[in-house]
Each structure stands twice: as C-alpha cells, then as structure tokens.
T-cell receptor, first 113, second 113 residues
Framework: GESVGLHLPTLSVQEGDNSIINCAYSNSASDYFIWYKQESGKGPQFIIDIRSNMDKRQGQRVTVLLNKTVKHLSLQIAATQPGDSAVYFC????????????FGTGTSLTVIP | NAGVTQTPKFQVLKTGQSMTLQCAQDMNHEYMSWYRQDPGMGLRLIHY???????DQGEVPNGYNVSRSTTEDFPLRLLSAAPSQTSVYFC????????????FGPGTRLTVT
C-alpha cells in the first residue's frame, strides 16, 4: 500500500534557529497534504496544509514546500521557540476514502534554549 | 466550544474485560473517527462515521465496535480487551466527510494487562 514517511526521527535545534522537517510520500496522485503538531500528552493539532497545485504555502512562522517531482514535503519553522518542541508528522489522503489519511510516524523536534 | 473531548484520560484493563471510550464534540461536525497510536507507527484508523446512524470500518477495526446515535457522541467499545489493544486512542471530528481538517481530542491511554 501507499505510505508516508519521515526522514529523521529526531531533530534538535537551537532556540531562534530555523527548523526543517522532511516527509516523503509515495502516491504521486495525492493532491493534498497536511502537517500536524503533537505535543507530549496531547492530540495532534493541524498546522498547515497544501494542495498539489501549489509548491509553497506560508502560515505564521511556518512554510510548507511541496516537490512533486521527488514526492517530498518539508515543513520549515522560522525562529524556532521552546513551544515548538513536539512531534511533527505529515499526512496524505488515502485514495477514494474521503477523510481517511495515511499518517507518518513523526519527527520529534527538541528546541534547545 | 470545548471541541473534542475524550474520557477517561487513562485506563488499565485486565485481559477479557470490556469498556467504552467516550468521545464527544460540540462543533456540530458530521464526520467523526477513532484512531490508535502506537510507538513507531503512524495514527491508524479504527472506525469512522459520516453522520448519525452511519458507521464504517477503518484500517484496524477488529476487536472494536462503534455506534453513532447522535451527532455529538461517538463511543468506542472494546468487548474483550487484549494486550495488543494497549495503545493511545484518539477521537477526531471534521465538518463533513469531504472536509480534511480534523480536530483531535486529547487521547485516552489504555493499558491492557
């Protein structure tokens, strides 16, 4: 079946630096992707999404880049803060299933003060 | 709005016991779903509902039952708990079947001994 994976299981960055979290997907027909943030002991929280007709989408301090040629997503967090410490994972819809998604396993981001 | 609420937050069961995990949302969302989250794996869909009175199986439905008698509530029942059901369970909701932005509850950590 299709799968969504993340390149690195852990990432440590210094407070104030930029963070980049990567995600690979395998279904070239996927037309929508979501990034979630999950803090320890909490449920996943929607951060930002992007449709396949876009290469880049910006939110508040976050940018998602989509490279359809190599089936790769990245989440960039600007000026990383201690409150950004969490697990981040991407998700893509499973084909013809409405709201069902494949979820990546996540990258754990630690921000060093 | 309280969003998506789940009870209990923690639960320990013995093998063979039954219990119901509660989930409620106050956003008048049509779509609700249950996921389990295990270490090293992405969220996996157990059951979902596209509206009151309608439920369907997800990726890992065995050992779980659901019902949707009201728009607000979507309980998950374990009829005979097994150690393999030790996991963190998340309930999620979204406006409709085609609406991708899901709101997750805080989770229930279940241990089956």
């Amino acid at each position: 079946g299709e799968s969504v994976g993340l390149h690195l299981p852990t990432l440590s960055v210094q407070e104030g630096d930029n963070s980049i979290i990567n995600c690979a997907y395998s279904n070239s027909a996927s037309d929508y992707f979501i990034w979630y943030k999950q803090e320890s002991g909490k449920g996943p929280q929607f951060i930002i999404d992007i449709r396949s007709n876009m290469d880049k989408r910006q939110g508040q301090r976050v940018t998602v880049l989509l490279n359809k040629t190599v089936k790769h997503l990245s989440l960039q967090i600007a000026a990383t803060q201690p409150g950004d410490s969490a697990v981040y994972f991407c998700a893509e819809p499973t084909p013809n299933t409405g709201n069902q998604f494949y979820f990546g396993t996540g990258t754990s981001l630690t921000v060093i003060p | 709005n309280a969003g998506v609420t789940q009870t209990p937050k923690f639960q320990v069961l013995k093998t063979g016991q039954s219990m119901t995990l509660q989930c409620a949302q106050d956003m008048n969302h049509e779509y609700m779903s249950w996921y389990r989250q295990d270490p090293g794996m992405g969220l996996r869909l157990i059951h979902y509902s596209v509206g009151a009175g309608i439920t369907d199986q997800g990726e890992v439905p065995n050992g779980y039952n659901v019902s949707r008698s009201t728009t607000e509530d979507f309980p998950l029942r374990l009829l005979s708990a097994a150690p393999s059901q030790t996991s963190v369970y998340f309930c999620a909701s979204s406006y409709s079947w085609g609406s991708y932005e899901q709101y997750f509850g805080p989770g229930t950590r279940l241990t089956v001994t």
